[in-house]
């Protein structure tokens, strides 16, 4: 068994290699690379030619010496240090924390804005795709592509002034390009005209999907079904 420098695991059957093969994220800071690994740089044959996953790197005797040179040549500098694919602990971390946080406080303050009958900030975080969808939680039909929804929250923010909310995050996820959220949201408002407050307590899930570099609305669903039947 086998475990160089370079990488973070060991060497003891075909799909360590496989992860081997696969494309590097960065050479050095700020650089990016496509499909680079060591053996590569050596000119040894792909490891796929040599392992699979019933058969062990060990038997391959082009790949061994080939990763002994490696741990030698990848600490020098020599050689660029083989990173983990996307979608390992460490990226996936990552990528949660790229603006996907900071987007869920936009969609919050855009919501406490809608709730005070202004409805610009909430419309302007919304996809305009033709697949997106909102359940409202005053109910009705499901609204499906941007002038449907466009009209349903311009409908929604006359029905709502002076408002405050409390919200309780339950779930947040991001993978890629896609998150969602899973929530309560406590609101305490009144209906223009009127002149006691109402409340309404909201199961919400969001999903969002990144367009452009830019976090975006592509689903709503919210309903006041907090008592179970």
Request: charged share 20%; aromatic share 8%; hydrophobic share 40%.
């Amino acid at each position: 068994m086998f475990a160089g420098p370079a990488v973070n695991a060991t060497i003891t059957h075909g799909r360590w290699a496989d992860w081997l093969a696969m494309p590097s994220r960065t050479l050095l800071p700020g650089q990016p690379v496509s499909r680079l690994w060591a053996g590569e740089r050596l000119g040894v044959p792909s490891v796929s030619q040599c392992a699979s996953e019933e058969s062990p790197v060990h038997t391959c005797p082009s790949i061994l010496p080939a990763l002994a040179i490696a741990a030698i040549l990848v600490p020098a500098g020599l050689l660029p240090r083989v990173m983990p694919p996307a979608g390992m602990p460490a990226q996936a971390e990552s990528a949660q924390s790229d603006g996907f946080t900071a987007f869920l406080a936009r969609v919050d303050a855009a919501q406490l804005e809608l709730q005070n009958g202004r409805v610009a900030a909430f419309k302007a975080l919304w996809s305009q795709a033709e697949d997106i969808t909102l359940s409202g939680g005053f109910g009705g039909t499901i609204e499906k592509g941007w002038p449907a929804i466009s009209s349903r929250l311009d409908w929604v923010g006359t029905r709502f002034s002076n408002g405050t909310h409390r919200i309780e995050r339950i779930v947040t996820h991001v993978s890629g390009d896609l998150g969602y959220v899973v929530q309560a949201e406590h609101l305490r408002y009144r209906v223009p005209g009127e002149t006691s407050d109402s409340t309404r307590d909201y199961r919400v899930t969001m999903i969002f999907r990144r367009e452009a570099g830019e976090w975006r609305i592509v689903h709503r669903q919210a309903d006041s079904q907090l008592t179970r039947q």
